[in-house]
């Protein structure tokens, strides 16, 4: 609801309802995700999906996930609170082999 005053009106202010309605053609967003394809077992390595487009002028909300592979409970509870469009891991949270990342960014 928008209060409006009338300067015409002594008898104080009128109240209106305006409906806001959403873009008609909203922006779509658009992932673009790069990280290391080998890593060492010491340090850590970066998901990066920041130059990912689409925000309409606003960040990206990322949501993270393993699509293949496994990773320790420490590393997973770091990808599942994240929300950035960056995670950094630390290596040693990872089991051998191979690990597959998704990342879906939005448009909050």
Do not use: H, K
Not at 3 to 24: A, I
Not at 69 to 94: F, I, K
């Amino acid at each position: 609801t928008i209060t409006l005053q009338d300067p015409t009106r002594n008898s104080g202010p009128s109240v209106s309802s305006v409906q806001l309605l959403g873009p008609v053609n909203p922006p779509r967003a658009t992932v673009s995700l790069s990280c290391p394809t080998v890593v060492s077992g010491c340090g850590s390595f970066t998901l990066d999906a920041s130059s990912s487009e689409g925000g309409g002028g606003r960040g990206l909300v990322a949501t993270w996930s393993v699509v293949s592979g496994s990773l320790l409970t420490s590393a997973t509870n770091v990808l599942n609170a994240a929300t950035a469009t960056q995670v950094t891991l630390d290596t040693s949270a990872l089991t051998t082999g191979s690990v597959s990342f998704r990342v879906t960014v939005s448009n909050p």
